[in-house]
């Protein structure tokens, strides 16, 4: 399912062309634009039918952020190219707080982002097939599992798997808006099947009509989510990836600005009605899910059930879905960042057997999953708690780019005349003092959409983010500190001592089996000053039977019982180590255990249970170390495809080994060497 292991030196074979990234990175940018316009217009609609009139100038106002977000971010890229997008930023020019808070926003965000394309491509799905409405969650969850199941198939994979829908989806919905505008200047404008419904209008005071405004704005800026991708991702391309991950990120916001315009222009065009709650609409059927703004446009322009519409429809509901696989890029670069600078577990950096960081992407998978529970994939829920995160992010990060320049131009200036010569001063000043503009712009604008967002948002379930931030930040801090103070606990230092006073090792014996024998020629093979065979005699019967076996096949070490009278196994091998040692001087102690290799997962119930419980205990006692020595349960064979049949010593030995084969002869399983 998840395809062969990869080598480490086949990673630049998978890193990523342009045009295999722009779906990669871009499909979350994109794919906003099928739900950016509807959240917006449907804001406005609870003010009535008249404040439509503000959706064009509010429509701007979102391409002129997207415009300098995009150049501010072609920006960041050049500066800090090594994947840590935002996060590298504030750490590297706010310090270690705004950093922390940075990352916490974008793993959040990512989060999101998954949860919010694929319950928006399932509404998508379930406007042009109504009966898959009681579904909708077990859709989600299924779609999510899909998508992660691909990524960790790799990096590579994953883009030809999702490079086509995303190329569909640009053609087919930038082929309708050119449609549905010839259709308007040739005077036969697409008529839109709620354009006949009225709406129930609030009744709103001289501040509710500018908070509404100021809420469909934040809404409408769905459409910047994704633009920090490409910054995070900037080690998947191929190279030269400084200028590969610009050309893309330009792509990508050329693309979403002409998408996201024209599909508002068609919605008022065609009269699209898209209310909060359906059973505002006056004449609409509340008891039928609402058809999505993008579904009605397209029957508009198309016409109802024509194969356009359905390939709309369906390039639409796998480009939405294919979004999420923006975050699985994204996030698992981040916190492979994060895990290389202490704030996350080490495993989070950790590339499974596809190259990828299969652990974050996992993670990521399960946490999308409970979100989409939770809010029952309801998008007008989930859009709630959207962009909050990445606007703290994007205004963070602009703060912490022009905090960059600053001290780039302040270093600038304080070389001398003939040295700034030398150092192409005037282009590189020019290059200083145009990234400090845009840069800056772009603070100022995020800064102030974020306080917008928080505004209009927060009691619509927003303030759920906010409480998640901090939450995450203080245990990233917390795992950073943790991290630390072990560093420090096990830094090398002129005190640390070699060589101790002797050796011994002690092979624990339950009865005389081939496992112990095996144990034992390990022990010897290993060359200690001593080697002792241990049982732990919980009755009087079973020290007697091994006593007797011992003296029957005579194995080369000497064996010795100690008894337990309160039936532990562990208490007592610590107390004839410490008599030992009382003897004979602080010996460093290897204890070895023999432990069954089984190939079905309820053998494990059935074994090694008492091992386990003594290797535990034993690691606490200092300067004792614990060999387990493995046996194969011919059950093994299944997972491993071998069994441990060799006799202790063969194989180190270069003997032949023998091996047991199975045959079945009249019904009866027999065996023969």
Known sequence: MIGDPLASTDADDHLLRKRMALPIFASDALSSVAYAPQELLMILMIGGLSFLAFSPWIAAAVVVLLIVVVLSYRQLIKAYPSGGGDYEVARTNLGEIPGVIVASALLVDYILTVAVSVASGVDNIISALPGLNPWRIELAVGFVILIVIVNLRGVREASRAFALPTYIFIGSVALMIVTGIIRMILGDAPVASSAAFSVQAESLSQAAVILLILRAFSSGCSALTGVEAVSNGVPA????????????????????????????????????????????????????????????????????????????????????????????????????????????????????????????????????????????????????????????????????????????????????????????????????????????????????????????????????????????????????????????????????????????????????????????????????????????????????????????????????IVESPYRTYAQPVIAFIEKYREKHGPAVVTVYLPQYIVGHWWESFLHNRRARRIAQQLMLVHGVTITLVPWLLDSSEVIYGRRSRPLPGQERAGRPTTRTVRVARHGEGQSRN
């Not at 990836?241 to 996201?260: D, E």
């Not at 780039?408 to 000043?429: I, K, T, V, Y």
Request: hydrophobic share 50%; proline share 4%.
């Open 237 to 560: 391309f191929r190279r030269p990836k400084v200028q590969n991950a610009q050309r893309t990120l330009v792509a990508m916001g050329a693309v979403a600005i002409l998408l996201f315009s024209g599909l508002t222009v068609l919605a008022l065009v065609s009269g699209v009605h898209y209310a909060e709650n359906p059973c505002h609409l006056i004449g609409f059927d509340c008891t039928q899910p609402q058809p999505s703004l993008m579904a009605q446009v397209a029957a508009a322009t198309f016409g109802m059930n024509s194969v356009p519409f359905f390939i709309i429809q369906a390039a639409t509901a796998c480009v939405l879905l294919l979004a999420a696989n923006t975050a699985f890029n994204g996030f698992p670069l981040l916190g492979a960042v994060l895990a290389r600078d202490g704030y996350a577990p080490k495993a989070m950096n950790t590339r499974g057997d596809r190259l990828v960081f299969s652990n974050g992407m996992i993670l990521l998978g399960l946490a999308a999953i409970v979100v989409l529970i939770a809010s029952e994939a309801n998008l007008t829920t989930l859009i709630q708690l959207y962009i909050i995160g990445v606007f703290v992010s994007f205004s963070l990060g602009q703060i912490g780019m022009v905090r960059h320049w600053r001290r780039e131009l302040q270093a600038l200036n304080r070389l001398p005349a003939d040295a700034r010569q030398q150092h192409s001063g005037r282009f590189e000043r020019r290059e200083i003092i145009s990234g400090l503009i845009i840069n800056s712009l772009g603070a100022g604008l995020t800064a102030a959409v974020f306080i917008i967002v928080t505004i209009t948002k927060f009691t619509h379930g927003a303030w759920l983010v906010f409480l998640a931030i901090p939450v995450l930040s203080i245990l990233m801090i917390g795992v950073h500190r943790y991290y630390r103070d072990v560093e420090h606990e096990i830094t090398y230092d002129d005190e640390t001592h070699f060589g101790a006073a002797g050796d011994v090792a002690i092979v624990l014996v339950g009865r005389l089996q081939k496992p112990v024998a095996k144990a034992i020629d390990y022990a010897l093979a290993a060359r200690h000053d001593k080697t002792i065979a241990l049982h732990v005699a919980v009755t009087k019967e079973s020290a007697d039977a091994v006593q007797k076996e011992w003296e029957d096949h005579r194995p080369p070490v000497p064996l010795v």
